[in-house]
């Protein structure tokens, strides 16, 4: 069990800098695992029984993951886009699982929290230390549907794009008239105009010896692999 204040100097580390951010996540991850009965921060058995989803890609969702240390990798850790300081925490083994929603209203009271402090920032960063879990946040007990793709563990599932020719892995594929697609080509990605790119320093290696082998190997690739035009 570490305290608040080592697992902060942790996360500081490791995201770059000290903000009202990282102490609403760290002391949201802490509530989340507490509500699940799990240490703080997870023995590596509880790791695996542990998925985190982060509703947003700012300070806090890095504290959240240093915390709970649920990683993408491990696909423990999932992103959902919805720009909402929240958290939810899942139990694996017996299926609990609590949404925490950091409150506008801590923001609100951080003054009364820290009247030495004029600054907003400052009263904010002394404010999160201190005020109690239930004025920094609204907790939710919640039900999360999770399919076998969405678990820890190797691939279930790989498609291939019947326009790209991409492998697409765990059920990720979107199915038009019987045939999977890949959802750049059926929906649009976030990139356009994409066109194979050969760049002579992609010969390099982490083992020279590969580079002496066949040093224009990755060039030849690239121009032999036939173009797919969208």
Same mark, same amino acid.
Request: aromatic share 8%; hydrophobic share 40%.
């Given at each position: 069990?570490?305290?608040?204040?080592?697992?902060?100097?942790?996360?500081?580390?490791?995201?770059?800098?000290?903000?009202?951010?990282?102490?609403?996540?760290?002391?949201?991850?802490?509530?989340?695992?507490?509500?699940?009965?799990?240490?703080?921060?997870?023995?590596?058995?509880?790791?695996?029984?542990?998925?985190?989803?982060?509703?947003?890609?700012?300070? &806090?969702?890095?504290? !959240?993951?240093? @915390?709970?240390?649920?990683?993408?990798? =491990?696909?423990?850790?999932?992103? $959902?886009?919805? #720009?909402?300081?929240?958290?939810?925490?899942?139990?694996?083994?017996?299926?609990?699982?609590?949404?925490?929603?950091?409150?506008?209203?801590?923001?609100?009271?951080?003054?009364?929290?820290?009247?030495?402090?004029?600054?907003?920032?400052?009263?904010?960063?002394?404010?999160?230390?201190?005020?109690?879990?239930?004025?920094?946040?609204?907790?939710?007990?919640?039900?999360?549907?999770?399919?076998?793709?969405?678990?820890?563990?190797? &691939?279930?599932?790989? !498609?291939?794009? @019947?326009?790209?020719?991409?492998?697409? =892995?765990?059920?990720?594929?979107? $199915?038009?008239? #019987?045939?999977?697609?890949?959802?750049?080509?059926?929906?649009?990605?976030?990139?356009?105009?994409?066109?194979?790119?050969?760049?002579?320093?992609?010969?390099?290696?982490?083992?020279?010896?590969?580079?002496?082998?066949?040093?224009?190997?990755?060039?030849?690739?690239?121009?032999?692999?036939?173009?797919?035009?969208?």
């Amino acid at each position: 069990m570490k305290s608040f204040e080592e697992l902060l100097a942790g996360s500081v580390a490791a995201h770059g800098h000290l903000c009202p951010g990282q102490i609403v996540g760290v002391r949201m991850a802490m509530l989340g695992l507490r509500l699940l009965g799990f240490a703080v921060p997870p023995a590596y058995p509880q790791l695996k029984q542990l998925i985190v989803y982060i509703e947003m890609d700012r300070c &806090t969702g890095d504290a !959240v993951a240093f @915390v709970t240390q649920a990683k993408l990798g =491990r696909r423990s850790l999932k992103y $959902v886009d919805y #720009g909402i300081m929240a958290a939810t925490f899942i139990n694996l083994e017996d299926h609990q699982a609590f949404r925490i929603i950091s409150t506008e209203e801590a923001r609100d009271l951080a003054a009364l929290y820290a009247p030495h402090a004029s600054a907003k920032r400052e009263q904010q960063l002394h404010a999160y230390k201190v005020m109690p879990d239930a004025v920094l946040f609204r907790v939710q007990q919640v039900e999360v549907n999770l399919s076998e793709f969405d678990l820890p563990g190797p &691939t279930r599932r790989k !498609v291939v794009c @019947v326009k790209c020719g991409q492998v697409v =892995r765990d059920g990720r594929e979107i $199915v038009w008239g #019987g045939q999977p697609y890949c959802r750049p080509c059926a929906q649009g990605g976030y990139f356009r105009n994409a066109k194979e790119f050969a760049w002579d320093n992609m010969n390099w290696s982490p083992q020279p010896e590969v580079q002496e082998m066949e040093p224009r190997i990755g060039e030849r690739h690239l121009k032999e692999r036939p173009l797919i035009l969208s």
